[in-house]
């Protein structure tokens, strides 16, 4: 017991050396937790990515109510003596405090949670980490209308929740409206391909018509809007120089959206060779 006190009272003396023993044991706490949660899984579930970002929380959150008991006197001090500096202080952390206060705007208004698939500003990705300071996710390459990770990983510091409106696409995660245009150089009457198309259209999606209707509805009673509907659109608008533009929508699985498009778009083309002739050009 002695050889004990005489241990504490010398750590408790040397708070540097404490702070450094304190800051290795959560560490390797946390990290021998995170590999239980991971175990040897080559992809992660997203039960897993919520624990995990949940110890990192956890632990960052026990290492800082410990750093500060122990340095409490000291920060009181440094605090009364040095005013001045804790305003200049906090003028140069202007952003790490932003990022603290949009952690806090996340979490109260439960924009999204792991898993998510979300856009702030240009970036649209699903949603792998989050915590005090930033949010990580796997980016989606929405913009060009895929649906395809890219590989690249995002981290936005939470100050951007404050400058971006954050979108939640969730819902794109399963099925998505993926829209996309023919342009058609000859000025002709296209109207009468369209029934043909309705059909084909209909004939590449019966397998999951059902599906996506039921799954349309649900969107719809929790959005609390009316969506433009299961059904396949089509529509033509026309651009400056005459020539036509062929728009299309459809409700599908996310995974199939692409490959629907490029069955479409042969289906078209066949009805528009068969319909105006070989010398006309798309």
């Known amino acids: 017991m002695d050889k004990l006190n005489i241990a504490v009272e010398f750590l408790l003396e040397h708070k540097l050396l404490l702070t450094i023993l304190i800051i290795v044991l959560i560490s390797m706490i946390k990290r021998l937790v995170i590999s239980q949660i991971r175990g040897d899984v080559a992809f992660?579930?997203?039960?897993?990515?919520?624990?995990?970002?949940?110890?990192?929380?956890?632990?960052?959150?026990?290492?800082?109510?410990?750093?500060?008991?122990?340095?409490?006197?000291?920060?009181?001090?440094?605090?009364?003596?040095?005013?001045?500096?804790?305003?200049?202080?906090?003028?140069?952390?202007?952003?790490?405090?932003?990022?603290?206060?949009?952690?806090?705007?996340?979490?109260?208004?439960?924009?999204?949670?792991?898993?998510?698939?979300?856009?702030?500003?240009?970036?649209?990705?699903?949603?792998?980490?989050?915590n005090l300071m930033a949010t990580v996710i796997q980016e989606i390459d929405l913009h060009h209308g895929q649906y395809h990770f890219t590989g690249k990983t995002a981290t936005l510091p939470n100050s951007m929740f404050f400058s971006y409106a954050v979108k939640n696409l969730n819902f794109m995660k399963r099925y998505v409206y993926h829209d996309f245009q023919i342009t058609v150089v000859e000025f002709v009457n296209l109207y009468p391909l369209f029934p043909e198309l309705y059909e084909k259209i209909e004939a590449h999606c019966e397998e999951f018509s059902e599906v996506a209707k039921r799954y349309n509805s649900v969107i719809e009673k929790h959005a609390g809007v009316d969506l433009p509907g299961a059904e396949p659109h089509i529509h033509i608008t026309s651009g400056i120089n005459g020539e036509q533009f062929v728009h299309i929508m459809i409700f599908c699985p996310t995974e199939q959206a692409i490959h629907l498009e490029q069955l479409i778009r042969e289906d078209f083309m066949i009805a528009y060779h068969e319909a105006f002739g070989k010398d006309r050009l798309l």
């Open 44 to 130: 992660l579930t997203e039960v897993q990515r919520k624990w995990m970002s949940r110890t990192k929380n956890g632990t960052f959150l026990l290492i800082i109510v410990i750093l500060f008991m122990l340095w409490q006197t000291e920060i009181s001090k440094f605090a009364l003596s040095v005013t001045a500096i804790a305003i200049a202080f906090v003028v140069a952390s202007k952003e790490i405090i932003l990022c603290f206060t949009g952690s806090i705007q996340r979490a109260s208004s439960r924009s999204f949670v792991i898993g998510d698939w979300i856009e702030v500003g240009k970036i649209c990705g699903e949603v792998i980490e989050h």
